[in-house]
């Protein structure tokens, strides 16, 4: 009996013993992701932490709670010294995660965005939403170029529209890959017009004709405005990373004049535009051939323009943002992820600060501890939670 009691004890001790030691892990690993969130130049744990935490912020402290729960308990037990060093790493989590949350939320809430943290708990994949029409636009090359259609569900004759020019480093993504965010502009009453545009290839650069068949998508929407039920005086071009860089580009291009397509039809100047991360200056994302994951900053430019900067500096100058800047463009939305490790938030910077001095009404929405792409993932996390709101609040001036 003393035997069975004694053995009993010693499995109970060892099963405490790993319950102490898998939530001290986890705390751990929770402070890692942290850090790397909070500190750039940390290479791959800063890349992965910022990606995780804007997509799972508020696990991550749930994450830790565990380890406070346990460690404090056992603090009354042995190993004393295993649950103290539990409970110390539980707490430091936590508070660093709630800290980092508020942090997160104040930055947004300023810019003028939301993010509700019971909402960031629920990470349902993003629901595939279908379009209600496709419209083909122009054949290029004998491609079929068209545009998603998104419609608000009300009566209006013609609708405040958002015209939006995908991302993907300018050799993939299409209009068919954020549907969800499509849908949720439509509820809100806005009628959204997703544009594909032809992509470059390892054979085939397009820093040419991408931009032009965003600029005939416009003149294509302008034209059939009374069928489609756009109000041109009420469209806004938004586009992220790749598509930032084409969406500003061409506002910018049309109030100037220097959006001239090859296609039937003007270009009308947009009543504004939403860039989030994006490509402002192709020959300093050549240059710092940034990576993340297998994506490479270098490879996709040089993809786009046929070459580096140093072969085809014309054709760098021609697709650089900061070349449109006028006093005359409109009104501007940049959202730019303070901890982008493919795109340096320096070139976004500089090129707000410029647009600025020219007189551009133009607003930086800084989001701390994020990367590029931060918003895609999940529907409900922090990080597309914030670009949602901080468009939409963009967008309610142009809604009357």
Known sequence: MGTSTAVSQWRGRRFWRSILIISLVLAVVVLIVQIGAAVTGLGVASAAGSIIFTLAGPYLVL??????????????????????????SGLAAMATGVAMVLIFMGAVDTSGGRVNVLRALDLGRPAAATADAYEVYRIADGEELSMAVFRPNNDEVSWPTLVILHGGGWNSGSNSTATSDDRWYADQGWLVLNVEYRLATETSPTWAQAPQDVACALAWTARNADRLGVDVDRMVIAGESAGGNLALNLAYGAATGQATPN??????VPAGVVASYPVVDPAAAYRADTHLGTVSSRAFTSEYVGGAPQQYPNRYTAIASATYISPDAPPTLIIEPEHDSLIAPSTVTDFVDEAASAGVDVRLASIPFANHAFDFGATGSMG?????????????????
């Open 63 to 88: 994450a830790a709670v565990p380890a406070v729960i346990f460690g404090l308990v056992g603090l009354r037990r042995r190993p004393r010294l295993l649950a103290a060093c539990t409970a110390v």
């Open 263 to 268: 296609c039937s039809g003007d270009v009308p």
């Open 384 to 400: 597309n939670q914030a670009r949602r709101t901080l468009t939409a609040d963009f967008l309610e001036q142009f809604e009357k």
